[in-house]
C-alpha cells in the first residue's frame, strides 16, 4: 500500500510540469489575480474577464515601509482585432472623474492632481467612485499597441499625492511611475 501512495505521488508530481506547461502563463496568473481582486477591494474596478484577449500582463506589488503598506495591481490587455470595442465596453462602463480633488482637510494638497494625463503611450483617466488616494482605479488606452491597461492602487495610510506648489501632470506621472509596473 506504502508503495501504491509513493509511486502515485511520483506520478502526480510529474504530472505537475505537463499540466502548467499547456497552460497559458495568464490562465496561471487569473487565479492569483482574482484572489488579489478581492483582497485589495478592487473587485468594483477591475474587471473579471478578459474575453478575447490576444495576451495579458497582471503584476500585484506590495511595498512595505514600517507598518504601512502599499498595495498596486496592474493589467494590461492586447486586443488586435477586438481593441476598438473592448475600449467602447471600457467607456460604458466606468465613469472617469471630471475635475482634480483638493483635500478638505490638507490645505493645498491634492487627492487627485489631474484626472487625465498620457504615460508611456497610454492615455490615463482617472476612475470614478474611489476612496481617493487611498483606493482607486485608472485605466488607460493605447492606440498604437491596441492595449488597454487597468491600475489598481490601494493603501490605507496615503493622505495625499502631491502639494499644489508642483507640477500637477507632472506628479501624477510620478505617482504611477512609483506604484506600477506597467511594462
Known amino acids: 500500500m506504502k508503495k501504491i501512495k509513493y509511486v502515485f505521488s511520483i506520478v502526480a508530481l510529474l504530472m505537475i510540469p ?9 490562465t496561471v496568473e487569473r487565479y492569483i489575480y482574482e484572489y488579489h481582486r478581492e483582497k485589495y477591494e478592487a473587485e468594483d474596478f ?11 500582463y497582471y503584476n500585484h506589488d506590495r511595498k512595505n515601509l514600517i507598518v504601512f503598506q502599499t498595495n498596486t495591481m496592474t493589467v494590461k490587455a492586447k486586443y488586435d482585432d477586438f481593441y476598438v470595442s473592448k475600449k467602447h465596453e471600457v467607456e460604458e462602463t466606468y465613469d472617469f472623474l471630471t475635475k482634480p480633488i483638493l483635500s478638505d482637510t490638507l490645505n493645498g494638497h491634492y487627492l487627485v492632481p489631474v484626472t487625465k494625463f498620457e ?17 482607486f482605479g485608472i485605466v488607460g488606452y493605447n492606440d498604437e499597441t491596441k492595449e488597454i491597461a487597468y491600475l489598481w492602487f490601494n493603501d490605507p495610510d496615503r493622505d495625499y499625492i ?16 512609483n506604484n506600477f509596473k506597467l511594462n
Not at 18 to 26: E, H, P, T
Not at 46 to 56: N, R
Not at 120 to 135: I, L
Open 119 to 135: 504615460y508611456k503611450g497610454f492615455q490615463m483617466r482617472v476612475a470614478d467612485g474611489g476612496e481617493y488616494p487611498k483606493k
Open 18 to 26: 505537463f499540466v502548467l506547461s499547456s497552460c497559458s502563463n495568464w
Open 162 to 177: 502631491c502639494e499644489s506648489n508642483e507640477d500637477l501632470n507632472q506628479a501624477m506621472i510620478d505617482f504611477v511611475d
Open 46 to 56: 477591475l474587471p473579471t474577464g478578459f474575453a478575447s484577449y490576444d495576451s495579458v
